[in-house]
Protein backbone atom coordinates (compact mmCIF):
# COMPACT_ATOMS: atom_id res chain seq x y z
CA UNK A 1 0.00 0.00 0.00
CA UNK A 2 3.20 2.70 0.95
CA UNK A 3 4.34 1.85 -2.56
CA UNK A 4 1.50 2.61 -3.76
CA UNK A 5 1.17 5.98 -2.51
CA UNK A 6 4.71 6.92 -3.30
CA UNK A 7 4.10 5.96 -6.52
CA UNK A 8 1.05 8.52 -6.87
CA UNK A 9 2.74 10.95 -5.19
CA UNK A 10 5.70 10.78 -7.34
CA UNK A 11 3.10 11.29 -9.88
CA UNK A 12 1.61 14.31 -8.88
CA UNK A 13 5.09 15.30 -8.35
CA UNK A 14 6.56 14.80 -11.59
CA UNK A 15 2.97 16.56 -12.97
CA UNK A 16 3.66 19.93 -11.32
CA UNK A 17 7.09 20.49 -12.49
CA UNK A 18 6.14 19.56 -15.43
CA UNK A 19 3.74 21.85 -15.55
CA UNK A 20 5.82 24.78 -13.96
CA UNK A 21 8.24 24.07 -16.55
CA UNK A 22 5.83 24.76 -19.16
CA UNK A 23 4.55 27.95 -17.42
CA UNK A 24 8.30 29.36 -16.96
CA UNK A 25 9.26 28.60 -20.91
CA UNK A 26 6.11 29.99 -21.62
CA UNK A 27 6.92 33.40 -20.03
CA UNK A 28 10.58 33.06 -20.98
CA UNK A 29 8.77 33.36 -24.24
CA UNK A 30 7.01 36.24 -24.04
CA UNK A 31 9.71 37.85 -21.86
CA UNK A 32 12.02 37.94 -24.87
CA UNK A 33 9.58 38.69 -27.49
CA UNK A 34 9.06 41.98 -24.78
CA UNK A 35 12.49 42.74 -24.22
CA UNK A 36 13.39 42.75 -27.83
CA UNK A 37 10.80 45.57 -28.22
CA UNK A 38 8.68 42.67 -30.38
CA UNK A 39 5.52 42.86 -28.26
CA UNK A 40 3.64 44.83 -25.51
CA UNK A 41 0.28 43.05 -24.20
CA UNK A 42 -1.71 40.07 -22.33
CA UNK A 43 -0.96 36.44 -22.88
CA UNK A 44 -3.24 33.86 -21.63
CA UNK A 45 -2.78 30.25 -22.26
CA UNK A 46 -5.07 27.66 -21.09
CA UNK A 47 -5.07 23.75 -21.35
CA UNK A 48 -7.17 21.51 -20.10
CA UNK A 49 -8.86 23.43 -17.99
CA UNK A 50 -6.11 25.07 -16.11
CA UNK A 51 -4.63 28.57 -16.93
CA UNK A 52 -0.80 28.08 -17.57
CA UNK A 53 -0.25 32.25 -18.44
CA UNK A 54 -2.18 35.03 -18.54
CA UNK A 55 -0.05 37.87 -17.63
CA UNK A 56 0.76 41.39 -19.37
CA UNK A 57 3.77 42.63 -21.10
CA UNK A 58 5.07 46.22 -21.82
CA UNK A 59 3.53 49.39 -20.93
CA UNK A 60 -0.14 50.00 -21.15
CA UNK A 61 0.34 54.20 -21.16
CA UNK A 62 4.18 54.41 -22.14
CA UNK A 63 4.13 58.22 -21.47
CA UNK A 64 2.59 57.28 -17.79
CA UNK A 65 4.75 54.27 -17.52
CA UNK A 66 1.71 52.14 -17.11
CA UNK A 67 2.05 48.17 -17.36
CA UNK A 68 -0.14 46.01 -19.46
CA UNK A 69 -1.80 43.67 -16.81
CA UNK A 70 -4.22 40.98 -16.93
CA UNK A 71 -7.47 43.58 -16.66
CA UNK A 72 -5.76 46.00 -19.51
CA UNK A 73 -8.63 46.45 -22.24
CA UNK A 74 -7.43 46.22 -25.98
CA UNK A 75 -9.54 46.55 -28.98
CA UNK A 76 -10.01 43.02 -30.91
CA UNK A 77 -10.72 44.62 -33.92
CA UNK A 78 -11.77 41.77 -36.41
CA UNK A 79 -11.74 38.68 -33.75
CA UNK A 80 -15.50 40.37 -33.46
CA UNK A 81 -16.02 38.32 -36.58
CA UNK A 82 -16.90 34.96 -34.64
CA UNK A 83 -18.74 36.91 -32.42
CA UNK A 84 -20.93 38.00 -35.09
CA UNK A 85 -21.23 34.75 -37.16
CA UNK A 86 -22.40 33.28 -33.46
CA UNK A 87 -25.34 35.60 -33.23
CA UNK A 88 -26.13 34.56 -36.50
CA UNK A 89 -26.17 31.32 -35.87
CA UNK A 90 -28.34 31.39 -32.93
CA UNK A 91 -30.78 33.31 -35.55
CA UNK A 92 -30.67 30.09 -37.62
CA UNK A 93 -30.88 27.50 -34.68
CA UNK A 94 -34.12 29.71 -33.55
CA UNK A 95 -35.30 29.53 -37.05
CA UNK A 96 -35.49 33.05 -37.97
CA UNK A 97 -33.12 32.64 -40.53
CA UNK A 98 -31.67 30.56 -43.14
CA UNK A 99 -27.64 30.79 -44.45
CA UNK A 100 -29.54 30.54 -47.66
CA UNK A 101 -31.78 33.71 -47.33
CA UNK A 102 -30.59 36.47 -49.66
CA UNK A 103 -29.97 39.52 -48.86
CA UNK A 104 -32.42 41.85 -51.07
CA UNK A 105 -34.47 39.84 -48.38
CA UNK A 106 -33.22 42.45 -45.70
CA UNK A 107 -31.70 45.34 -47.57
CA UNK A 108 -34.23 45.37 -50.77
CA UNK A 109 -33.17 46.68 -53.69
CA UNK A 110 -29.62 45.94 -52.78
CA UNK A 111 -27.55 45.46 -56.35
CA UNK A 112 -26.96 41.66 -56.69
CA UNK A 113 -28.97 41.00 -53.46
CA UNK A 114 -30.99 38.10 -55.43
CA UNK A 115 -27.62 36.21 -55.28
CA UNK A 116 -25.83 37.18 -52.34
CA UNK A 117 -27.02 34.88 -49.62
CA UNK A 118 -26.41 34.95 -45.52
CA UNK A 119 -23.49 32.34 -45.73
CA UNK A 120 -21.90 34.14 -48.72
CA UNK A 121 -21.44 37.03 -46.14
CA UNK A 122 -20.49 34.62 -43.33
CA UNK A 123 -17.45 33.15 -46.19
CA UNK A 124 -16.27 36.28 -47.74
CA UNK A 125 -17.57 34.60 -51.03
CA UNK A 126 -20.13 37.31 -51.68
CA UNK A 127 -17.74 39.41 -53.58
CA UNK A 128 -18.35 42.95 -52.09
CA UNK A 129 -16.23 45.72 -52.59
CA UNK A 130 -14.45 46.13 -49.41
CA UNK A 131 -14.96 49.99 -47.62
CA UNK A 132 -12.06 49.87 -46.36
CA UNK A 133 -10.68 50.57 -49.42
CA UNK A 134 -12.41 53.96 -49.56
CA UNK A 135 -9.56 56.28 -48.55
CA UNK A 136 -11.65 59.46 -47.58
CA UNK A 137 -13.36 57.14 -45.19
CA UNK A 138 -10.45 55.49 -44.23
CA UNK A 139 -8.79 59.08 -43.44
CA UNK A 140 -12.00 60.16 -41.65
CA UNK A 141 -12.92 57.22 -39.56
CA UNK A 142 -10.74 58.92 -36.64
CA UNK A 143 -12.83 61.66 -36.29
CA UNK A 144 -16.70 61.09 -36.23
CA UNK A 145 -19.16 58.77 -35.67
CA UNK A 146 -21.12 57.20 -39.02
CA UNK A 147 -24.83 55.85 -39.93
CA UNK A 148 -25.24 52.36 -41.37
CA UNK A 149 -26.49 54.13 -44.38
CA UNK A 150 -23.36 56.45 -44.72
CA UNK A 151 -20.80 53.06 -44.73
CA UNK A 152 -23.31 50.90 -46.71
CA UNK A 153 -23.48 53.89 -49.56
CA UNK A 154 -19.72 54.06 -49.73
CA UNK A 155 -19.43 50.16 -51.21
CA UNK A 156 -23.21 49.39 -52.30
CA UNK A 157 -22.81 50.70 -55.75
CA UNK A 158 -18.93 49.25 -56.58
CA UNK A 159 -18.73 46.28 -58.75
CA UNK A 160 -18.21 42.93 -57.33
CA UNK A 161 -14.61 41.30 -57.32
CA UNK A 162 -16.27 38.46 -58.33
CA UNK A 163 -19.67 36.52 -58.97
CA UNK A 164 -21.18 35.30 -55.43
CA UNK A 165 -20.06 31.97 -54.14
CA UNK A 166 -17.25 31.58 -56.97
CA UNK A 167 -14.18 33.88 -55.70
CA UNK A 168 -12.97 34.16 -51.54
CA UNK A 169 -11.76 37.50 -50.69
CA UNK A 170 -11.77 39.37 -47.23
CA UNK A 171 -14.33 41.71 -46.87
CA UNK A 172 -15.63 44.05 -43.82
CA UNK A 173 -18.82 44.67 -46.36
CA UNK A 174 -20.05 41.75 -45.33
CA UNK A 175 -20.05 41.50 -41.69
CA UNK A 176 -21.13 45.05 -41.86
CA UNK A 177 -24.22 43.76 -43.67
CA UNK A 178 -24.77 41.21 -41.15
CA UNK A 179 -25.15 43.20 -38.36
CA UNK A 180 -27.50 44.89 -40.26
CA UNK A 181 -29.19 42.01 -40.55
CA UNK A 182 -28.99 41.10 -36.64
CA UNK A 183 -30.91 43.79 -35.98
CA UNK A 184 -33.91 43.59 -38.21
CA UNK A 185 -34.23 40.25 -36.78
CA UNK A 186 -33.33 40.61 -33.33
CA UNK A 187 -35.03 43.93 -32.60
CA UNK A 188 -32.10 44.97 -30.75
CA UNK A 189 -28.79 47.17 -32.17
CA UNK A 190 -26.51 45.20 -32.43
CA UNK A 191 -24.55 46.05 -29.31
CA UNK A 192 -27.43 45.16 -27.49
CA UNK A 193 -28.31 41.86 -29.07
CA UNK A 194 -24.32 41.12 -28.30
CA UNK A 195 -24.41 41.62 -24.97
CA UNK A 196 -28.33 39.71 -24.37
CA UNK A 197 -27.30 36.95 -25.99
CA UNK A 198 -23.11 36.63 -25.73
CA UNK A 199 -21.56 38.73 -23.21
CA UNK A 200 -23.92 38.10 -20.25
CA UNK A 201 -24.61 34.22 -20.64
CA UNK A 202 -20.56 34.05 -20.36
CA UNK A 203 -20.23 36.65 -17.73
CA UNK A 204 -17.65 38.62 -19.92
CA UNK A 205 -18.32 41.98 -18.00
CA UNK A 206 -15.59 43.93 -19.64
CA UNK A 207 -16.24 43.27 -23.30
CA UNK A 208 -17.69 46.08 -24.99
CA UNK A 209 -17.50 48.87 -28.32
CA UNK A 210 -16.92 51.93 -28.14
CA UNK A 211 -13.43 52.39 -27.36
CA UNK A 212 -12.80 55.30 -28.45
CA UNK A 213 -15.09 57.24 -25.45
CA UNK A 214 -13.98 54.47 -23.34
CA UNK A 215 -12.66 56.48 -19.83
CA UNK A 216 -11.10 53.59 -17.73
CA UNK A 217 -7.52 53.34 -16.20
CA UNK A 218 -7.57 49.69 -17.61
CA UNK A 219 -7.49 50.93 -21.48
CA UNK A 220 -4.53 50.27 -23.52
CA UNK A 221 -2.87 52.85 -25.60
CA UNK A 222 -2.52 51.99 -29.12
CA UNK A 223 0.88 52.53 -30.89
CA UNK A 224 2.16 52.35 -34.64
CA UNK A 225 4.51 50.21 -36.07
CA UNK A 226 5.81 51.57 -39.39
CA UNK A 227 9.25 52.52 -38.28
CA UNK A 228 12.36 52.27 -36.18
CA UNK A 229 10.82 54.78 -33.77
CA UNK A 230 7.36 53.88 -33.98
CA UNK A 231 6.27 51.90 -30.40
CA UNK A 232 6.36 55.53 -29.08
CA UNK A 233 4.21 57.26 -31.71
CA UNK A 234 0.49 56.87 -30.27
CA UNK A 235 -2.23 55.48 -32.73
CA UNK A 236 -5.45 57.17 -33.30
CA UNK A 237 -8.55 55.29 -32.31
CA UNK A 238 -11.78 54.32 -34.88
CA UNK A 239 -14.73 55.64 -33.98
CA UNK A 240 -16.37 52.18 -33.13
CA UNK A 241 -19.41 52.79 -36.11
CA UNK A 242 -16.94 52.07 -39.14
CA UNK A 243 -15.77 48.74 -38.12
CA UNK A 244 -19.18 47.76 -36.08
CA UNK A 245 -19.96 44.15 -36.52
CA UNK A 246 -16.97 43.39 -38.54
CA UNK A 247 -14.37 44.43 -35.83
CA UNK A 248 -15.69 46.91 -32.78
CA UNK A 249 -15.53 44.82 -29.74
CA UNK A 250 -12.86 45.77 -26.99
CA UNK A 251 -11.87 43.45 -24.24
CA UNK A 252 -9.57 41.05 -22.24
CA UNK A 253 -7.88 38.41 -22.47
CA UNK A 254 -9.53 37.05 -19.62
CA UNK A 255 -13.05 37.63 -21.13
CA UNK A 256 -11.59 36.00 -24.32
CA UNK A 257 -11.10 32.65 -22.62
CA UNK A 258 -14.43 32.70 -21.06
CA UNK A 259 -15.22 32.98 -24.32
CA UNK A 260 -13.70 29.86 -25.07
CA UNK A 261 -15.09 28.59 -22.37
CA UNK A 262 -18.53 29.39 -23.48
CA UNK A 263 -18.36 27.91 -27.03
CA UNK A 264 -16.46 24.65 -25.24
CA UNK A 265 -19.92 24.23 -22.72
CA UNK A 266 -22.09 24.88 -25.19
CA UNK A 267 -24.26 27.48 -23.82
CA UNK A 268 -24.58 29.63 -26.31
CA UNK A 269 -24.47 27.43 -29.51
CA UNK A 270 -25.06 23.94 -29.92
CA UNK A 271 -22.06 21.85 -31.31
CA UNK A 272 -23.63 20.88 -34.87
CA UNK A 273 -23.31 24.70 -35.67
CA UNK A 274 -19.74 24.89 -34.42
CA UNK A 275 -19.28 21.73 -36.41
CA UNK A 276 -20.46 23.73 -39.66
CA UNK A 277 -18.50 26.93 -38.46
CA UNK A 278 -15.61 25.45 -38.21
CA UNK A 279 -15.54 23.57 -41.65
CA UNK A 280 -13.45 25.52 -44.26
CA UNK A 281 -14.95 26.35 -47.20
CA UNK A 282 -12.76 28.81 -49.41
CA UNK A 283 -9.25 29.77 -48.43
CA UNK A 284 -9.32 27.25 -45.04
CA UNK A 285 -12.47 29.94 -43.83
CA UNK A 286 -16.03 28.91 -42.33
CA UNK A 287 -18.21 31.04 -40.93
CA UNK A 288 -16.13 33.43 -39.04
CA UNK A 289 -13.54 31.22 -38.30
CA UNK A 290 -9.88 30.14 -39.88
CA UNK A 291 -9.33 26.69 -39.60
CA UNK A 292 -5.89 25.19 -40.14
CA UNK A 293 -3.53 22.23 -38.93
CA UNK A 294 -0.61 23.62 -36.68
CA UNK A 295 1.96 20.50 -35.47
CA UNK A 296 -0.59 18.30 -37.03
CA UNK A 297 -3.54 19.13 -34.96
CA UNK A 298 -6.50 21.54 -35.71
CA UNK A 299 -6.43 24.68 -34.96
CA UNK A 300 -9.95 26.72 -34.98
CA UNK A 301 -8.37 31.03 -34.79
CA UNK A 302 -9.22 34.29 -36.19
CA UNK A 303 -6.91 37.35 -35.76
CA UNK A 304 -7.47 41.02 -35.76
CA UNK A 305 -5.94 44.66 -36.82
CA UNK A 306 -6.64 48.23 -36.08
CA UNK A 307 -4.47 51.21 -35.47
CA UNK A 308 -2.53 50.33 -32.81
CA UNK A 309 -3.35 47.26 -31.99
CA UNK A 310 -3.31 43.22 -32.73
CA UNK A 311 -4.79 40.20 -31.83
CA UNK A 312 -4.98 36.55 -32.06
CA UNK A 313 -7.33 33.69 -31.05
CA UNK A 314 -6.62 30.61 -31.17
CA UNK A 315 -7.94 27.46 -29.71
CA UNK A 316 -7.59 23.58 -30.25
CA UNK A 317 -11.23 21.93 -29.49
CA UNK A 318 -9.56 18.36 -29.29
CA UNK A 319 -6.74 18.92 -26.96
CA UNK A 320 -8.81 21.86 -24.87
CA UNK A 321 -6.01 24.40 -25.49
CA UNK A 322 -6.50 28.44 -25.48
CA UNK A 323 -4.18 30.84 -26.89
CA UNK A 324 -4.87 34.26 -26.26
CA UNK A 325 -2.52 37.74 -27.48
CA UNK A 326 -3.88 40.89 -27.62
CA UNK A 327 -1.05 43.58 -28.14
CA UNK A 328 -1.31 47.38 -28.02
CA UNK A 329 1.57 47.93 -30.42
CA UNK A 330 1.14 46.61 -34.44
CA UNK A 331 3.06 43.37 -34.18
CA UNK A 332 3.63 41.52 -36.80
CA UNK A 333 4.37 38.53 -34.74
CA UNK A 334 1.04 37.67 -33.16
CA UNK A 335 0.49 34.96 -35.07
CA UNK A 336 3.76 33.45 -34.66
CA UNK A 337 3.54 34.74 -30.89
CA UNK A 338 0.51 32.25 -30.67
CA UNK A 339 2.53 29.46 -32.80
CA UNK A 340 5.66 29.40 -30.48
CA UNK A 341 3.46 29.32 -27.50
CA UNK A 342 1.24 26.28 -28.68
CA UNK A 343 4.69 24.68 -29.55
CA UNK A 344 5.99 25.05 -25.78
CA UNK A 345 2.71 23.61 -24.58
CA UNK A 346 2.50 20.40 -27.21
CA UNK A 347 6.19 20.52 -26.17
CA UNK A 348 7.45 20.79 -30.37
CA UNK A 349 10.62 22.12 -30.86
CA UNK A 350 10.65 26.41 -30.88
CA UNK A 351 13.31 28.91 -30.88
CA UNK A 352 13.37 32.23 -28.80
CA UNK A 353 13.17 35.35 -31.30
CA UNK A 354 16.23 36.75 -33.12
CA UNK A 355 17.77 40.47 -32.77
CA UNK A 356 19.17 41.25 -35.74
CA UNK A 357 22.29 43.68 -36.29
CA UNK A 358 21.82 45.57 -39.73
CA UNK A 359 24.79 46.19 -42.26
CA UNK A 360 24.64 49.46 -43.63
CA UNK A 361 24.30 49.56 -47.65
CA UNK A 362 25.11 51.85 -50.21
CA UNK A 363 22.07 54.16 -51.42
CA UNK A 364 22.21 53.07 -54.84
CA UNK A 365 21.90 49.82 -53.72
CA UNK A 366 18.44 50.61 -52.03
CA UNK A 367 17.40 52.59 -55.14
CA UNK A 368 17.09 49.73 -57.46
CA UNK A 369 14.79 47.80 -55.38
CA UNK A 370 12.31 50.38 -55.42
CA UNK A 371 8.79 49.62 -56.99
CA UNK A 372 5.99 47.77 -57.12
CA UNK A 373 5.39 44.28 -56.27
CA UNK A 374 2.72 41.85 -56.39
CA UNK A 375 2.31 39.18 -53.51
CA UNK A 376 2.03 35.83 -55.72
CA UNK A 377 -0.30 34.08 -52.66
CA UNK A 378 -2.57 36.42 -52.58
CA UNK A 379 -2.73 39.06 -54.51
CA UNK A 380 -1.48 41.92 -52.05
CA UNK A 381 0.25 44.68 -53.66
CA UNK A 382 3.58 46.15 -51.91
CA UNK A 383 5.33 49.45 -52.64
CA UNK A 384 9.26 50.08 -51.68
CA UNK A 385 10.22 53.23 -51.65
CA UNK A 386 13.23 55.00 -50.20
CA UNK A 387 12.39 57.53 -47.89
CA UNK A 388 15.13 59.90 -46.20
CA UNK A 389 17.53 57.18 -46.98
CA UNK A 390 15.42 54.52 -45.62
CA UNK A 391 14.13 51.74 -48.00
CA UNK A 392 10.39 51.27 -46.37
CA UNK A 393 7.65 48.76 -47.78
CA UNK A 394 4.27 49.74 -47.66
CA UNK A 395 1.38 47.03 -48.16
CA UNK A 396 -1.96 48.06 -49.71
CA UNK A 397 -3.04 46.42 -46.29
CA UNK A 398 -1.17 46.77 -42.93
CA UNK A 399 1.69 48.86 -41.52
CA UNK A 400 4.34 49.99 -42.78
CA UNK A 401 7.63 48.61 -42.02
CA UNK A 402 11.37 49.47 -42.76
CA UNK A 403 13.74 46.78 -44.67
CA UNK A 404 17.18 46.51 -42.72
CA UNK A 405 19.92 44.82 -44.89
CA UNK A 406 22.27 41.71 -44.00
CA UNK A 407 24.07 42.29 -47.03
CA UNK A 408 23.23 43.43 -50.32
CA UNK A 409 20.38 41.12 -51.60
CA UNK A 410 19.11 39.84 -48.15
CA UNK A 411 16.73 42.30 -46.04
CA UNK A 412 14.46 41.76 -42.65
CA UNK A 413 11.74 43.83 -41.16
CA UNK A 414 11.95 46.32 -38.58
CA UNK A 415 9.60 45.71 -36.27
CA UNK A 416 9.78 41.92 -37.29
CA UNK A 417 13.74 40.18 -37.11
CA UNK A 418 12.38 36.95 -38.38
CA UNK A 419 10.45 38.43 -41.52
CA UNK A 420 13.40 38.02 -44.19
CA UNK A 421 13.51 39.35 -47.99
CA UNK A 422 15.31 38.16 -50.60
CA UNK A 423 15.41 39.86 -54.12
CA UNK A 424 15.97 38.07 -57.23
CA UNK A 425 18.23 39.87 -60.01
CA UNK A 426 18.16 38.83 -64.02
CA UNK A 427 21.88 38.67 -65.56
CA UNK A 428 21.39 42.20 -66.33
CA UNK A 429 20.92 43.19 -62.74
CA UNK A 430 17.73 44.10 -62.93
CA UNK A 431 15.59 43.07 -59.88
CA UNK A 432 12.88 40.31 -61.04
CA UNK A 433 10.99 40.23 -57.57
CA UNK A 434 11.45 39.91 -54.09
CA UNK A 435 11.23 36.24 -51.91
CA UNK A 436 9.25 37.15 -48.73
CA UNK A 437 9.65 34.69 -45.84
CA UNK A 438 7.76 34.98 -42.81
CA UNK A 439 8.00 31.41 -41.41
CA UNK A 440 10.83 29.65 -42.89
CA UNK A 441 8.88 28.98 -46.35
CA UNK A 442 9.54 31.60 -49.15
CA UNK A 443 6.64 33.43 -51.46
CA UNK A 444 7.69 35.44 -54.45
CA UNK A 445 6.48 39.01 -54.81
CA UNK A 446 6.98 39.58 -58.31
CA UNK A 447 7.60 43.48 -59.31
CA UNK A 448 5.00 44.61 -61.52
CA UNK A 449 6.41 48.49 -62.12
Same mark, same amino acid.
Not at 17 to 24: C, F, G, M
Not at 136 to 149: D, V
Not at 338 to 355: D, E
Given at each position: M ?10 LA????A? @? ?5 ? @????? =? ?16 G ?16 S ?11 ? $? ?23 L ?14 I ?13 T ?21 ? !??D ?11 S?C???? !???G ?18 ? !? ?10 ? !? ?5 ? @? ?13 S?? =??? $????V ?11 ? @? ?12 II ?13 N ?13 R ?5 S ?5 F ?10 D??I??L ?14 L ?9 S?PV???A ?8 R ?5 Y???A ?6 L ?8 A??E ?21 E ?13 V ?13 L???
Amino acid at each position: MKIFLLAGLLGLACHAHAQ @DSTVYRL @DRLMQ =AWRDQGKFSGTILVAQKGKVLLHQGYGFKDQQQRSLNDTNTLYQIAS $VTKPFTSTLIGQLVIAGKLSLTDKLQQFYPGFPHGDSITIGHLLTHTAGLWDYTRDVELMEEQTARSFSQEEIIRV !FKDQPLDFAPGTGWSYCNAGY !FLLGGIIEKKTGLSYEQAMRKYV !FTPLGMRHSAFD !FRNLVSV @DKAIGYYADSSEAPSKK =APV $VDSTVPWSAGSIYSTAG @DLYQWYRGLKSRVIIPQHWLDSAWLPRKNKYGYGWMTDSVFGRRVVSHSGGIFGFRSAFWMLPKEDVCIVVLSNMETMSREEIARRLLAVVLRQPYSLPVMLKAVPVDTSVLRKYEGTYRITANGVVVVLALEHGRLIARPERGPASELLALDNTHFFLSNEHEFRIRFELDAQGKVVQMMLNPKGTEKPALKIK
